[in-house]
């Protein structure tokens, strides 16, 4: 069976063929363990499992090597810690903040049925590596130091800008802590090393105490696991730029090599409701969250229904309808055989398999599933692939309706247009100035599971609102 990707570098789909067939090796970009993952970061996890799966599938268990990493030195979380934990001395709560995160994020993977990678490292025991990747662009002329920062110089590397198809002075460059800082050659140019403030943790390296840019995390820890080149490299599309351009200048720039991984996947964005989904604007519905109401199956059978470079459109009735099937899937299965779901992938339906290795595409996967439910299950050969095909998606684990009855109930209850006319009447008291209703229809959702954020439009100044479940 022929595996075909889309290559986000050459924006064509193209026969996988492995650097090597016995150490197929793919990259993915973890979570930053700042706050817990929302569905957007579970979209790639979970997709790109599925990628893991065929991989095994087509080569062999032993002879694919997955690396996802764990981001635990970012702005973002000493600014958590600094928040959430102000009386602890910062090194203290900076830890407390990424163990507890981590944990959970843990948790939510196996909950998703997401299947553990071969090695998962963790940015702060790799400072080594991003030293030594620094030190040979430093002598190669590739970056260069400054008010003890260093920097990667972006005129330098003519190929920046091949995976976005962006160039330094077609955009808003990256803006980072150390922008404005006096002898920094060029606006593009993006840091690799910096000074770290009082009580924020350092690590001692040749330019002074400091800790690593993002970038450099993960050029360090594929370099460590996979090698100078590899097979895949994965993540979300909001990762294109800057985070993987700058991944593949320095690791190419450094290792001397015309690419880092042979073919760059990406993943769509998340909706949640037909709006951006963002922990700036309030709307994110965390994963965690999600669990608490839906089994793991119902989440990720809700994201496999929609290929996974389009975008996807989070909506409560959708869950619903996974749920749904997802019960008459297990029903079948239970009333016609007793087989352990743990069944060999070479009893997979072909169709299925040659869906699945057409760049993912789950959807007609599931299309196929739903063509062989239609089917007598009795017929043994039909079943063992319903079953085996399932269990490769990760949707044969355990029974969805006994864990959803009463939360299903409760969630059915919430009628989205009946939201929507809240928020509405909500809107109108806020431009009358009617705080006290507007207050009393905020507390009436609140107590309906919905949460609110009050914004106004860029474009026409008048109240606007995001609401999501809590």
Known sequence: MKLSLYNTI???????????????????????????????????????????RLLRCLYGTGS???????????????????????????NEAIRLITERTNTRFQKDMEELYCLPPSFQPRATGHIQEMVTIIQRLLSLGYAYETHDHVFFHVPSAKQYGDLARRQPGDQDDEVDQAQEITGKRNPADFVLWKPSPPGIPCWPSPWGPGRPGWHIECSAMSWKYLGEVFDIHCGGSDL??????????????????????????????????????????????????????????????????????????????????????????????????STD??????????????????????????????????????????????????????????????????????????????????????????????????????????????QVKDDRDSVTGKPICHWSFS
């Open 240 to 337: 294109i730029f800057p985070h993987h351009e700058n991944e593949i200048i320095q690791s190419t720039c450094a290792f001397g090599t015309e690419m880092m991984a042979q073919i760059w996947l990406h993943n769509g964005l998340v909706l949640l409701e037909g709006q951006k989904m963002s922990k700036s604007l309030g709307n994110d519905i965390s994963v965690c969250a999600l669990l608490e109401d839906w089994p793991g199956e119902v989440l990720r059978f809700n994201i496999l229904k929609t290929h996974y470079r389009q975008q996807l459109d989070w909506k409560l009735k959708d869950l619903k309808e996974a749920f749904k099937i997802l019960c008459d899937w297990h029903r079948s299965v239970n009333e016609t055989s």
């Open 64 to 90: 694919v090597t997955y690396v996802r990493n764990i981001t635990d030195i970012d702005d973002k979380i000493n600014q958590r810690a600094l928040r959430d934990h102000p009386d602890l001395p910062a």
């Open 341 to 450: 779901p743990d069944t060999p992938d070479q009893k997979l339906n072909p169709d299925f398999l040659e869906a699945i290795s057409d760049d993912l595409n789950t959807p007609r996967g599931l299309s196929v599933l739903h063509g062989l439910r239609h089917q007598s299950l009795d017929d043994e050969e039909i079943r063992d692939q319903f079953i085996a095909s399932l269990s490769f998606l990760g949707l044969l684990n355990q029974a969805p309706i006994e864990r959803s009855r009463t939360s299903e109930k409760r969630i059915s209850d919430l009628d989205t247009s009946l939201i929507e006319s809240l928020i509405s009447e909500r809107l109108s008291a806020r431009e009358r100035k009617d705080f006290a209703t507007s207050d009393r229809i905020r507390d009436k959702l609140s107590d309906m599971g919905v």
């Open 10 to 52: 050459t924006r064509k789909k193209c026969n996988f063929v492995p650097l090597d067939s016995l150490n197929v090796r793919m990259y993915l970009c973890g979570p930053t363990v700042y706050d817990n993952a929302h569905i957007g970061n579970a979209r790639s996890m979970i997709v790109f499992d599925v990628l893991y």
